[in-house]
């Protein structure tokens, strides 16, 4: 029950079968040779194969347990901070826009390394040049505010 390696190769395995299962649903050959749906059955046979043979080396001889592998103290910390900066962003970005809910989740992961000052100024840089990118020369719509941006 404790054993991290067993619950990530079941995990990776019960992917496999989904992946596997999705891919049956694409043309597997067509007239010119193999078709989009060759490659991922095979990826997910691959894939399931391997992590039925990592479920038996870490049922057999390797043990990982979730005490040796999950973060504490500060570290655990920040990445419960990153993910819930993540879910405000996802939260947020459809009513604010882009820029503004890019500057909150920046300046969240910033906020462990700068003081606020440079975290805010560090974020509003980062995002506005990610926008001006993917807005202005990539041609990539992102989510705007009612002030363009």
């Not at 040779?33 to 043979?53: E, H, K, T």
């Not at 989740?105 to 560090?122: C, R, S």
């Given at each position: 029950m404790k054993n991290a390696g067993a619950w990530m190769a079941c995990a990776l395995m019960a992917f496999a079968l989904v992946m596997g299962w999705q891919a049956l649903t694409l043309r597997y050959y067509t007239k010119f040779g193999p078709g989009p749906g060759f490659?991922?059955?095979w990826s997910s046979v691959l894939l399931f194969l391997l992590s039925a043979a990592y479920l038996w080396e870490s049922l057999r001889r390797d043990v990982i347990r979730f005490r040796d592998i999950l973060p504490e103290?500060?570290?655990l910390w920040r990445n419960?901070?990153?993910l819930l900066a993540v879910l405000v962003f996802i939260l947020i970005v459809p009513y604010t826009g882009f820029v503004a809910a890019g500057i909150v989740l920046l300046l969240a992961v910033f906020l462990f390394d700068f003081?606020?000052?440079a975290g805010l100024a560090l974020?509003?840089?980062i995002i506005l040049i990610f926008f001006y990118l993917f807005r202005t020369l990539l041609k990539v719509p992102?989510?705007?505010n009612a002030l363009g941006w």
């Amino acid at each position: 029950m404790k054993n991290a390696g067993a619950w990530m190769a079941c995990a990776l395995m019960a992917f496999a079968l989904v992946m596997g299962w999705q891919a049956l649903t694409l043309r597997y050959y067509t007239k010119f040779g193999p078709g989009p749906g060759f490659m991922p059955v095979w990826s997910s046979v691959l894939l399931f194969l391997l992590s039925a043979a990592y479920l038996w080396e870490s049922l057999r001889r390797d043990v990982i347990r979730f005490r040796d592998i999950l973060p504490e103290g500060k570290t655990l910390w920040r990445n419960v901070t990153i993910l819930l900066a993540v879910l405000v962003f996802i939260l947020i970005v459809p009513y604010t826009g882009f820029v503004a809910a890019g500057i909150v989740l920046l300046l969240a992961v910033f906020l462990f390394d700068f003081k606020w000052y440079a975290g805010l100024a560090l974020s509003v840089t980062i995002i506005l040049i990610f926008f001006y990118l993917f807005r202005t020369l990539l041609k990539v719509p992102l989510p705007v505010n009612a002030l363009g941006w």
